[in-house]
Each structure stands twice: as structure tokens, then as C-alpha cells.
């Protein structure tokens, strides 16, 4: 399938398929329980050892086996549902670890060199995606590596937020002469450790041509090097250098595209997002005769307004 997608072949009707999805019943698997709540978990050994694997797809008390007494729910069989069991076969088409049965702490890394998820981000054929074996694919993969890293992300950029609203505040809108403001550029430092470190470690992971191969890596690098440099300019400076206004003003601006992409982890503000990034893309040559009228404009008001103190 990786070679499929990498030369553009119609994969939709493949995914759409049984092919990837397995359905099984275990005697040594549960058949009913009382929660009907959809679980998807992790299983990296051998498929033909599946059937002896129970406890450690369910380690948790309420998923226990009714022969295990330490622990094991008692079952109300007229709340009881009938369980279903698949296994999602897609994860093998890509990047995995394939644990020994024997000897766990031995694993080895299968298709080391097939990325299935940039393939799938970078094909055109939206209609895959339809597929409800890819739909629990991205889904686990979302729960088990991208949640918690985001929202830790997207915590920290409010962090930031906060802390630049603080400064500005304190700094430009209730200015006391003679009063340091020391105290506010120090914390305003403090917010932006965590993307310089994080954008630090992905270009050393990923190299300098890769990294500056995504257009928008670069507009990361001048939002922190930006914030860095606006924190220097502050304290050695001052405050009304039009130089450090420039660069307070694009930090915003781009601060406002970052919080847009953070929205995105709630599924209501996903729909809004993807229509202002596909608007504002489509009226780009719109926004570019708009600024430039801004633009000339602004220098005709600055004309007309020289030595005029009273206006």
C-alpha cells in the first residue's frame, strides 16, 4: 500500500475492505460485559499469540477474566452486551515494534523506513479517510502519542499569551515613568523556553533541509528567535524603538495564527479553522492588493497630517 500512495493509485476501495480488519472469538476472551463503551488498545506481539494475551490488552480490574476471584466484576446478565473483537492490521503497512513472545525487551522495528501517516497527509484522495479502519487507526494514534503532547503544547502558548498580555499591559498601557519593567521581560522569558526547546530538539531530529522544507517551520523560528530578540530589544533599547515595535507587532500576528492552530483541538473549533486557513489562502492575491492600498494609503495620511499637532 506505501507504494500505492506514493504514486497516486486509488487505495479508498482497498481501506474501505475487510482486508485490514480482523474479527475474532477467543474462549479464553470474555464474550459479554456490562460496559458498552468502544475500546481501542495497543497489542505489538505475534497475532497467532493473540488468543493468550487477554490480560495484557485488559490489565485494568474492570476488564477482568470471571475466573480471576482477586478483582474480577461480577457481570449482570441483563445488562450484559455482546463483545467484538477486531484487530486493526493496518499499523503493519507502516512503522511498528514487533515484540517476541519469548523475550519481550528484544523487540525490533518493522518498515523502519515506510512512514505510513506522512503518506496519508500527503495523498489527495480525501475519500480514504472514509475508511473506518484508517478512522481507528488515526484515532489511537491521536489517544496514544498526539493528545497529551498537544494540550501540553497548547497550555504553554497560553501561558505566553498570558504573560505577553501582562507585559504589554504593564509596559505600554499603564506606564509609570521611571518605574523598571525588568521583572515582566524576565517572565516574558521564562514563557518561551518550552518552544525554543521544542523546535530546537525537531531540527536536530530532523535535520536542517528538512526542517526548513515545511514553509511553515520558518514562520516558528521568527515567532521564538522574534520573542527572544523583542526581550533584548526591551531592556537594552527601550520600549518605543520603532524597530521593537515592528518586531512586537509580527510576533503578535503570528501568535494569533499559532492560538488558530492550537483551536484545533477542539472538534468544534476544527470546522472554522480549516475554513479561515482555506479562505484567507484563496483571497491571497485579494489581501495582497488590500495592504498595498493600506499601505499607500497610511503614507498619505502621514503627509497630510505633518505639523498638524491639534488633529
Not at 23 to 50: K, M, Q, V
Not at 127 to 154: C, M, N, P, V
Request: charged share 20%; net charge negative; hydrophobic share 45%.
Amino acid at each position: 500500500m506505501p507504494i500505492l500512495l506514493e504514486k497516486g493509485i486509488s487505495v479508498a476501495p482497498l481501506l474501505q475492505s475487510k482486508v485490514f480488519c480482523m474479527e475474532f472469538d477467543y474462549d479464553e476472551w470474555p464474550g459479554n460485559h456490562t460496559d458498552d463503551t468502544a475500546c481501542i488498545r495497543p497489542y505489538s506481539a505475534s497475532i497467532f499469540h493473540l488468543r493468550y494475551h487477554y490480560r495484557d490488552v485488559f490489565p485494568e480490574p474492570e476488564f477482568a477474566l470471571q475466573d480471576n476471584k482477586e478483582g474480577s466484576a461480577k457481570i449482570d446478565a441483563s445488562k450484559a452486551y455482546k463483545i467484538k473483537y477486531r484487530l486493526n492490521l493496518l499499523p503493519v503497512v507502516g512503522q511498528y515494534l514487533q515484540e517476541e513472545r519469548e523475550d519481550k525487551a528484544n523487540a525490533s522495528l518493522k518498515n523502519d523506513d515506510v512512514a505510513l501517516m506522512d503518506l496519508l497527509g500527503a495523498t489527495e484522495e480525501l475519500e480514504i479517510f472514509d475508511s473506518e479502519t484508517l478512522q481507528q487507526y488515526i484515532e489511537f494514534k491521536w489517544l496514544k502519542y498526539g493528545r497529551a503532547h498537544f494540550i501540553f503544547g497548547s497550555c504553554m502558548h497560553c501561558l505566553y499569551v498570558l504573560m505577553l498580555m501582562i507585559y504589554i499591559n504593564a509596559t505600554y498601557l499603564h506606564d509609570q515613568p521611571g518605574v523598571p519593567h525588568t521583572q515582566y521581560t524576565l517572565i516574558l522569558s521564562l514563557a518561551i523556553i518550552y518552544p525554543w526547546i521544542y523546535d530546537f530538539i525537531q531540527l536536530a531530529q530532523d535535520g536542517p533541509a528538512a526542517y526548513f522544507s515545511d514553509p511553515w517551520n520558518y514562520a516558528d523560528v521568527y515567532y521564538i528567535y522574534g520573542s527572544i530578540l523583542n526581550i533584548v530589544l526591551q531592556i537594552f533599547v527601550g520600549k518605543w524603538n520603532v524597530w521593537v515595535i515592528i518586531n512586537l507587532s509580527l510576533i503578535i500576528v503570528l501568535m494569533i495564527i499559532k492560538t488558530f492552530f492550537f483551536l484545533r483541538i477542539r472538534e468544534s473549533f476544527t470546522p472554522i479553522v480549516i475554513m479561515l486557513t482555506n479562505v484567507i489562502y484563496d483571497l491571497r492575491i485579494f489581501l495582497m492588493f488590500y495592504s498595498i492600498l493600506l499601505f499607500m494609503f497610511a503614507l498619505l495620511f502621514s503627509v497630510v497630517g505633518v505639523g498638524l499637532k491639534e488633529i
